[in-house]
């Protein structure tokens, strides 16, 4: 019963959330600092922007494919689900 008729109904608003959620947590900056460590080797794409930025110099060419490689899979995931996104907002503005 859940499955067939609230879900189906929830559906655009799941997607909606997921989405939002998704960029969150792709764009995250502290917690995989936090979590991995300075000195674990292990780096996520926006902490390898900040490594490519130092004090006094900036290697553009790696920033800028490295903010390229950020932004194309979530620009790729919400073209995917740009109609569940849009149906998602406002379904929770309309009800009925």
Same mark, same amino acid.
């Given at each position: ?17 997921? #989405? ?16 991995? *460590? ?9 902490? *390898?922007?900040?490594?490519? #930025? *130092? ?36 379904? #929770?503005?309309?009800?009925?």
């Amino acid at each position: 019963m859940f499955w067939s008729a609230i879900f189906s109904l929830m559906r655009p608003t799941m997607a909606t959330m997921v #989405v939002l959620n998704a960029f969150l947590v792709w764009h995250d900056f502290a917690d995989p600092r936090l979590i991995l *460590g300075a000195g674990s080797g292990i780096y996520t794409v926006i902490i *390898g922007i900040y490594a490519a #930025v *130092g004090r006094y110099t900036t290697d553009n060419a790696v920033v800028f494919l490295t903010l390229l490689l950020a932004t194309a899979p979530p620009l790729v995931v919400f073209m995917l689900l740009q109609r569940h996104v849009g149906s998602g907002l406002t379904t #929770v503005e309309v009800k009925g």
